[in-house]
């Protein structure tokens, strides 16, 4: 198989190289290796899940992408005024975005997996004109004169400009930038996965980047880069509102103190998280900027910023950090990193989509809308400074499904039209009172979603806030649709968290690529730590681990012991009487357990505290000697192997446009690759250069071929604590360093940080040795430890031509 | 039942009768509930205690070896199920084990960590549990029930790890320093 496979891929890459064209009319979906052999197997029903939506006279139109190995070609009809679904117009593979043109008749659809862009005649209800565009189009707008318009790409990470006029009842597309050839760049260059796209004005426009973190502001005619923003956070949308820009991202946090440790922003200043650390940095936020030159005038981030978990820095109780265990402890100091407090105001998690419109007084406004708590919040903006008043505060919130993510304003109705990604339904939310309207628009024949316990797992990885203790975090705030944001960040297993850094894990291909992450220890039954920081167990009393509250008290042992001793009720009997401290601490959950505080939630959003039973179940032995399975409970583990269900059941590999259209170049990259002259293949064997796949006798795992991050004193940096490697015996770390398991390369021409660090930029800095003449000027290679080059790999007797050629084989994965 | 209550039930002496495993599984495995001693598997009897052991992030968990005669197998699949007696409380795990010791009629798990995730420590620690477990190994199934004694007479992080105080201050996350 491995040995088919190199020979039909060294052929294809035989094949002169088609032109645009020529490109294939679709990409083919990846196969799902996950199947009824496994044990945690079972069917999954079709879901159509709706993405974008827009308006075009009185019909909304909602594109139904499908999922990535079972993609849609279909774009939905309703009618504005009554909600009603008039039916449903095919169109190309996986349509992502869409966009309708100032006339008020036609409208642009791009599939993320066509190689042409559907022009959409919205009164007739038929395609009436298919444009070229390169694979993976997925962003466009109009201008508003209608004579412009910009699609974003993410195949080539760039933006095409196309010149659109309107001639009698038809709409005249003409691109000016046109793909050449299928390996030639085209269009605007632009940070890597740029997705929304809104003009600011006739001229300008602003382009986001979640994966790059990213806002950039571009002349929408000659192309120039007018700005950039960078919040260190992905910035999901941008919005133009009373004459200022407002973009939605999830803060600059990263793990890291904000006052000393690793500097991943690299502005040369030690630090560069938030005054909290951990899991408790991730925030929601709302930039509002200035439109010249993307000024930061203000910045508003998560009402619950402060004080809900109990690591949280809190100003009012400075001293309050010294108190707890050293590892969470925090100096006074500490709160001076603290936003104002009159900026804490975003009471939703995972901002997805902010749409500007008028109150009935005609005073500006925006309403946002967050996926990952299924939430709308509205804002006044003050058209004299852009500061920004929220309307509707914490348990207020205009209520939606799973997923939202896109939305249209219905200005005459004063409604917005929410699009429930998950859900397979449009939300239609009345502005002023909340209260909604709902007309289904995908596929619910196998039940309204959740309907599996994989169903389960998806939800919970996007509408993941409901489960946090502060409400403020998903698994969607880096894991972007499944693909890691390019921010290096900190974990807790490390043994120096200040100053360690790990990349983030590709959401991709998960079921043949365990176990997962950098240690190759942990798997779909075991991840929880990462599930722990969303609410540490120190957060619900009678866990009994908040020392604040049970240092005061006799220790289990000794109540075990003395069960009359003062305390001692509480400390054997905490459920029924829990201490006054409890109640009084003013931070953690409601919930007096952990496992209860998730199963009050998995209500709340699941409409169910146990598993359906189809993938998750328990096995009992009967008396006569038979298993019995039942549902088990979603509390803290349940919906920990949920996620883990979901991530093994959904491959969610995106096609790869390199190996549908070869470059001629991969066909030698593909000899180097597996030649003894790199040694590529010997770690990373084709077919799926992947070893990490579960089996015996279990992955391969290096001491470090690379030099590991170290801290000032020259320490390992990249070691994990202890207490990681007892708890996951399966993790090795001995004096040479942290033993890392070989990771799947598939798929990584769509990846932006590279290694387990995710300080490489490039695949090129990934590969190439330091000062290798294949690095451009500021390019830094990693190939090496600690002065020795080709250590992870031997590329530094490449040429520069041969270096192209490697990659461009390994962008075929 | 005084000596382990291995649980296998009829399935030990009998041969799993069919439809016995919900997969269909045709063929059993006996299985047995232990720990290690040095390197020798020692099966747990009704009542035997078991220390609770505190790890990375606060996580506790109880630490058994699990024996499958049967085939012999590179991965099997386990699955806990564990009842605190007095109050009913339940806990359930399953997962899947490949770091499997050959042994001349099966395998051994030598190390297995039943992660207690959902119960506070107060409602388990010092409390008898019911232990039943299932393993699954290329399609042969097989259980054993033992009733342990849950202690927690060390609350130090995990054993063998070895905390240096004057070069690393801080403790292991969530763990507890011991002098």
């Known amino acids: 198989m491995r040995v088919t496979f190199a020979l039909a891929l060294l052929l294809a890459a035989c094949e002169p190289a088609p032109s645009a064209r020529e490109l294939p009319r679709e990409l083919t979906p990846a196969e799902n290796p996950f199947g009824p052999e496994d044990g945690l197997w079972s069917p999954q029903p079709h879901r159509d899940r709706p ?88 962003g466009v707008a109009f201008s508003p004169d209608g004579a412009r318009a910009l699609v974003t790409n993410r195949w080539k990470d760039s933006v095409l400009r196309w010149d659109v006029r309107v001639e009698g009842d038809r709409l005249v597309i003409d691109p000016v930038d046109v793909l050449t050839s299928p390996q030639a760049e085209v269009g605007v260059r632009v940070d890597a996965d740029p997705l929304r796209v809104r003009f600011l004005d006739a001229r300008r426009a602003l382009v986001t980047s979640e994966t790059s973190l990213s806002l950039t502001l571009l002349d929408a005619e000659s192309g120039a880069i007018l700005a950039h923003h960078v919040p260190n956070g992905p910035v999901t949308d941008v919005a133009v509102a009373g004459g200022y820009v407002l973009a939605l991202h999830t803060g600059h946090g990263s793990g890291h103190p904000p006052d000393f440790g690793f500097d991943g922003d690299f502005d040369g200043a030690p630090g560069d998280g938030t005054a909290n650390v951990t899991f408790q940095d991730v925030q929601n936020e709302i930039d509002v900027l200035a439109p010249d030159d993307l000024r930061l005038l203000h910045r508003y981030t998560s009402d619950t910023i402060c004080c809900r978990d109990y690591r949280d820095v809190d100003p009012d109780h400075p001293e309050a950090g010294l ?61 004299t400074d852009g500061s920004l008043t929220p309307r509707e505060r914490a348990g207020s919130l205009f209520e939606v499904r799973f997923g939202a993510r896109d939305a249209v304003l219905l200005e005459e109705v004063d409604r917005l039209a929410v699009v429930e990604r998950l859900g397979e339904s449009v939300a239609f939310v009345d502005l002023a009172s909340g209260e909604v309207a709902r007309t289904v628009v995908g596929d619910e024949r196998g039940g309204a979603f959740p309907a599996t316990d994989a169903e389960l797992g998806e939800a919970f990885n996007t509408v993941t806030a409901p489960f946090t203790i502060d409400g403020d975090q998903s698994c969607v705030h880096c894991h972007r649709e499944g693909t890691p944001i390019a921010k290096p960040v900190s974990m807790p297993l490390l043994e120096a968290p200040a100053w360690g850094v790990r990349n983030v894990m590709s959401y991709r291909g998960a079921f043949d690529s365990r176990p997962w992450f950098v240690e190759a220890a942990m798997e779909e039954d075991n991840f929880f730590p990462v599930i722990n920081e969303f609410a540490r167990r120190e957060n619900f009393c009678c866990e009994q681990s908040d020392v604040r509250v049970w240092s005061r008290y006799p220790s289990h042992d000794e109540c075990t012991e003395e069960p009359d001793r003062e305390g001692c009720d509480h400390v054997l009997r905490c459920l029924e009487s829990p201490p006054p401290e409890c109640a009084e601490r003013g931070y953690g959950g409601e919930a007096l357990t952990r496992e209860r505080h998730f199963r009050d939630a998995a209500l709340r959003v699941f409409g169910r505290d146990e598993s359906f039973g189809d993938g998750l179940y328990a096995e009992r032995l009967g008396d006569d000697g038979r298993i019995e399975r039942r549902p088990i409970r979603l509390g803290f583990d349940g919906v920990t192997r949920a996620l883990g269900l979901f991530l093994l059941s959904r491959p969610r590999l995106l ?64 070691r994990v604590n202890p207490a990681f490697l007892g708890t996951f015996p399966d993790a090795v770390q001995d004096s040479v360093g942290l033993r890392v398991g070989v990771p799947s390369l598939r798929g990584i021409w769509d990846r932006r940080r590279f290694l387990h660090h995710g300080l490489a930029r490039s695949l090129r800095e990934a590969i190439a040795t330091p000062h290798h003449p294949g690095l451009a000027p500021g390019e830094r290679g990693f190939d090496e430890r600690d002065g020795q080059a080709d250590t992870h790999g031997s590329t530094s007797g490449l040429s520069a031509r041969e270096l192209d050629a490697l990659i461009a084989f390994m962008e075929t994965l | 039942m005084t000596r382990p209550t291995l649980a296998l039930l009829a399935l030990a002496l009998t041969g799993c009768p069919e439809g016995t495993d919900p997969d269909g599984g045709s063929c059993t495995v006996e299985v047995a509930v232990g720990e290690l001693e040095g390197r020798s598997f020692v099966e747990l009897a009704d009542g035997d205690p078991v220390e609770m052991l505190l790890g990375f992030q606060g996580f506790r968990m109880l630490r058994f070896a699990v024996r ?12 806990s199920f564990l009842t605190i007696v007095e109050s009913g409380v339940e806990l359930d795990q399953r997962s899947r084990e490949r770091d499997l010791a050959p042994l001349p009629d099966g395998v051994l798990l030598q190390e297995y960590l039943l992660f207690v995730n959902d119960i506070p420590p107060a409602q388990i620690v010092g409390y008898d549990a019911d232990l039943e477990m299932t393993v699954h190994a290329a399609g042969c199934v097989g259980g054993a029930r033992v009733q342990v004694a849950v202690r927690d007479d060390d609350p130090c992080v995990d054993h063998g790890i070895v905390l240096d105080a004057a070069t690393r201050p801080d403790a292991p996350d969530g763990g507890v320093v011991c002098e």
């Open chain 1, 655 to 718: 096609p790869n446009p390199n190996a549908m259209v070869p470059r001629a170049e991969a066909r030698e990259g593909a000899l180097l690759f597996a030649s003894s002259r790199t040694g590529c293949a010997s770690c990373h064997p084709l077919p799926v250069a992947a070893t990490a796949v579960g089996g015996p006798p279990g992955p391969l795992r290096f001491s470090y071929v690379l030099t590991p991050v170290r801290g000032p004193s020259g320490a390992d940096v990249d």
């Open chain 1, 51 to 138: 993405y974008a939506i827009a308006r075009a006279g009185d019909r909304l139109f909602v594109t139904l992408r499908g999922t990535e190995d079972a993609p849609g070609r279909e774009v939905a009809v309703l009618d504005a005024r009554t909600f009603e679904l008039i039916g449903r117009v095919e169109v190309g593979l996986a349509p992502t975005a869409i966009a309708a043109h100032p006339d008020g008749r036609h409208l642009v659809v791009l599939n993320r997996f066509a190689s042409h862009a559907s022009v959409l005649d919205g009164r007739a209800l038929e395609v009436v004109e298919e444009i070229p565009v390169p694979f993976y189009c997925e």
């Open chain 1, 323 to 383: 108190e707890l265990r050293p590892v969470d402890r925090w100096p006074p100091e500490r709160v001076a990193f603290l936003p104002p407090r009159d900026t804490w105001i975003v009471a939703g998690a995972m901002p997805e989509r902010i749409v500007p419109f008028a109150r009935p007084t005609g005073s500006p406004a925006v309403a946002v809308v967050f996926g990952g708590s299924s939430e709308v919040q509205t804002f006044d903006l003050d058209p």
């Open chain 2, 68 to 79: 499958s005669r049967g085939p012999a197998v590179d991965e099997i699949e386990v699955g």
